[in-house]
């Protein structure tokens, strides 16, 4: 997936699977549908009142049209194949995603980045492919299937071993002005 692609796609999040409390600030009303004169004055959440705090390792995040994504975490690949690169001296990992489709329609996993970056003192992973057990994000999912997909990245160990692991989910049923989920998780 060009860097391009993953650039246009970043600000599709909708809700935090696990959310109990509602967001701080209250939603904007759907354009499909307009308050009835006896609605409530209080609002109740919403999946375009975005997520709340930063999510941990096996936590799930859903989108509005039933995308449900927990990042299960990141594990360091200790031998690379002969074909396999990393910057020298940077750190292989992967990341391991269980993407679910809890909605009605097909999803286009083409539609869904992932970035990655250093938590401790930032800097930006490098993308990375490594052939022994890749599950490349794409394809699609049909209502009712959960299936586990990787993304491999590299970072520099001045980052440290705690990554932030943005997921972005794009289509013209999200709302891109949502902020996108992060996950704080430590590479194994």
């Known amino acids: 997936m060009g860097v391009a692609c993953l650039a246009i796609g970043f600000g599709a999040g909708t809700t935090r699977a696990d959310a109990d409390a509602p967001a701080a600030s209250a939603p904007e009303p759907s354009p499909q549908a307009s308050p009835s004169p006896s609605a409530s004055a209080s609002p109740s959440p919403s999946p375009e009142a975005g997520r709340d705090s930063d999510l941990t390792a ?8 039933g995308l449900i994504i927990a990042v299960e975490g990141a594990q360091e690949v200790m031998e690379l194949d002969e074909w396999d690169f990393t910057p020298e001296g940077h750190i292989p990992f992967r990341v391991t ?12 996993l083409d539609e869904v980045g992932v970035l990655v970056s250093g938590a401790t003192n930032g800097g930006e992973a490098a993308s ?25 990245w590299s970072l520099s160990p001045d980052h440290g071993r705690d990554i932030v692991v ?20 430590t590479i194994t």
Do not use: C, M
């Open 128 to 152: 990375a492919y490594f052939e022994d057990g890749h599950e490349e994000i794409a394809g699609r999912l049909a209502p009712g299937v959960t299936e586990t997909k990787n993304a491999d």
């Open 166 to 185: 943005q997921v972005a989910h794009w289509n013209e049923s999200v709302d891109f002005l949502a902020p996108d989920p992060e996950w704080l998780i």
């Open 58 to 65: 096996g936590e799930a995040f859903t989108w509005d049209n």
């Open 97 to 108: 995603l269980t993407i679910t489709n809890d909605g009605d329609e097909p999803v286009d």
